[in-house]
């Protein structure tokens, strides 16, 4: 599975805040940012802080994608 953070970059979007400004505002490193920039996993902790700022589910930050090839769980 691959994670997509497209839901996130759509709410930064919407609210027209850049990923820089999540550093400011939910206390999130930039070393994150570049993770999730990347698609790779990060804490729940992130996540959770995400959806209070933006008042939202996690599903409305970040998703699973099956990598084609891939068996189903």
Known sequence: MKVSYN???KLLIDKGMQKTDLIDTV???????????KGEKVSLDV??????????NI???VSFDRVDG???D
């Open 7 to 9: 839901g996130l970059w």
């Open 27 to 37: 206390g999130i490193s930039s070393t994150t940012i570049a993770k999730m920039g």
């Open 70 to 72: 891939q068996p189903e």
């Open 59 to 61: 599903g409305d930050v």
């Open 47 to 56: 996540l959770e802080r995400l959806c209070k700022y933006f008042d939202c």
